[in-house]
């Protein structure tokens, strides 16, 4: 019979045991897009603390930003579920940084739309961003940065394509 003093050093041992690097590079780039994704959380979650806000929320203003969206077709788009979206979008609207209007392509669905004060908030968010972001251009190659984005769409089209695939 296992005691909590045996969990607790095999729990110690795991975290003590080295981390094996996968040896293909189509595994080593997964683990990183994971490793970014959180380290840009949490930039994002710094730069969007000074106006009150987050990163989730600032991903959805930012999709609303040059036209109104469905909470369904945000979630899509930033592979979420809809109920998170739905979530946050609905915070937004109670703290006046967007609006719910109606869709005249579906009555059933509602289009979130930036109000004023939301497109205030984000500017001082990308102004931030952008502040941020020449800082860490600055060091990295523009050419291999150029490379890597035109390869990560090129992934992620072959990844969607083969979901799309898969469902069909």
């Not at 595994?27 to 490793?35: E, Q, T």
């Not at 930012?62 to 109920?83: F, K, L, S, W």
């Not at 205030?120 to 984005?149: P, R």
Request: aromatic share 8%.
């Amino acid at each position: 019979m296992f005691s909590i003093f045996d969990s607790t050093l095999s729990f110690c041992y795991i975290l003590t045991m080295p981390v094996k690097k996968p040896d293909d590079p189509f595994s080593a780039l997964a683990l990183n897009v994971f490793r970014l994704k959180g380290l840009f959380t949490s930039v994002g979650d710094q730069i969007t603390a000074s106006v009150g806000q987050s990163s989730a929320r600032w991903q959805v203003l930012g999709r609303i930003h040059y036209e109104p969206r469905t909470v369904a077709q945000m979630a899509r788009d930033m592979g979420n579920a809809r109920q998170s979206v739905q979530r946050i979008a609905d915070i937004l609207v109670k703290e006046g940084l967007a609006v719910y209007k109606a869709n005249p392509s579906d009555r059933r669905t509602q289009l979130l739309e930036l109000t004023p004060k939301g497109l205030e908030t984000l500017s001082n968010i990308e102004a931030s961003y952008e502040e941020w972001a020449k800082k860490v251009v600055a060091i990295v190659d523009k050419g291999q940065l150029a490379t890597t984005v035109t390869a990560l769409i090129d992934i992620g089209d072959i990844i969607e394509g083969s979901l799309k695939n898969k469902n069909n």
